[in-house]
């Protein structure tokens, strides 16, 4: 018997593995990498090998952006569609269980834990659009929900499983300890960029103003300053590791901007490249530099060069400009 589990590497997900493991059954994994995930850790790798257990990594394409850009049920509290991106995860599973010949997947979803995701409807829904109607067995509360066919036709114990409902850890808690595994999980994070406010309005402006939306496109919106002028795009850095990716991942047609002689940002402008775009993104990038500071003060001109890499031979112009002040930063900020 051999079961796909769905291994975030967080404690339920862990947890649920353990559970299945314990009835003797094999067990191979798979970790999903999504573009909008903030975790830094390698946490499912790492349950991974303490389990002694294979895992495969999917890393989410461009179809998963036009998930998230249209989401057939909706959003949650922020640009997240959950539903969605957990029916997207299981017709995966589905693809790969069928591959590795595996008999059933299970999940560490817990009933109730996420308002969204995790109702009895949803988890219905869920495994239903991905094809999975009564395939998909959830260890943790399994004793709430309907009986699957993994329990059905013996190939689980159901009396083995459990009842956890409710956003509380604590019986998870409970049973990490029992598991003698209390020192083996992350604790809880930030988990999904999509429920960031911020975030989510930089992503909402991205969807506005480009038909065709690129990782590279997500992975900007991670790092930075970003204003918008119309159909221009301005993004400043905020530090020295943030001016290196930006360098990294600016198209070719892209413009750069730095105060020369002084700390400064590097700044990127995007899209249309009018006069007043290139004026707005030599301004923002004065005010952030360190001659910045004391050009408001005293109210004088800081220089900014600019380079345009798109021509054969890359042109560097210089302009002289008043640093950007607070007004024009909020009337421009994302």
């Not at 970790?31 to 946490?43: A, H, M, S, T, W």
Request: with cysteine; net charge neutral; glycine share 8%.
């Amino acid at each position: 018997m051999r079961a796909l589990a769905l291994l975030s590497g967080g404690l339920d997900s862990i947890l649920a593995t353990k559970l299945i493991l314990d009835q003797g059954i094999e067990v191979v994994a798979v970790n999903f990498i999504l573009p909008f995930g903030v975790e830094k850790e390698d946490y499912a790798g790492e349950v991974a090998r303490r389990f002694g257990i294979p895992l495969i990594r999917v890393k989410a394409g461009d179809e998963y952006l036009d998930m998230v850009r249209n989401p057939e049920h909706g959003y949650g509290s922020g640009i997240n569609p959950c539903i969605d991106c957990r029916i997207y995860m299981l017709r995966e599973a589905k693809r790969i269980a069928k591959a590795l010949g595996a008999n059933f997947i299970f999940t560490g979803d817990v009933l109730g834990e996420r308002p969204m995701s995790q109702h009895r409807k949803a988890l219905e829904l869920e495994e239903k659009e991905a094809g999975l109607e009564k395939m998909v067995l959830r260890p943790l509360s399994a004793k709430l929900l309907a009986e699957t066919i993994p329990e059905r036709e013996g190939w689980v114990d159901r009396n083995k499983l459990f009842a956890i409902k409710g956003k509380s850890r604590k019986p998870q808690i409970a049973l990490a300890r029992k598991f003698g595994l209390q020192d083996d999980y992350p604790s809880p994070s930030g988990g999904c960029l999509l429920t960031n406010k911020e975030f989510a309005s930089k992503l909402r402006d991205l969807f506005e103003h480009k038909e065709k939306v690129s990782m590279r496109d997500v992975k900007l919106l991670k790092i930075g300053r970003h204003f918008r002028f119309a159909a221009s795009k301005i993004v400043v850095g905020r530090n020295e590791a943030e001016n290196k990716l930006l360098l990294d991942l600016k198209n070719p047609e892209d413009y750069v901007f730095e105060v020369p002689g002084y700390g400064s940002p590097i700044t990127i402008l995007e899209g249309t490249k009018s006069k007043e775009a290139i004026e707005l993104a030599a301004k923002l990038t004065a005010r952030y530099s360190d001659a910045g500071a004391s050009a408001e003060e005293k109210g004088v001109l800081v220089e900014v060069k600019y380079e345009d890499k798109g021509q054969k031979e890359a042109q560097v112009t210089s302009i002289v400009v008043s640093p950007s002040d607070e007004n024009e930063v909020v009337r421009l900020r994302i």
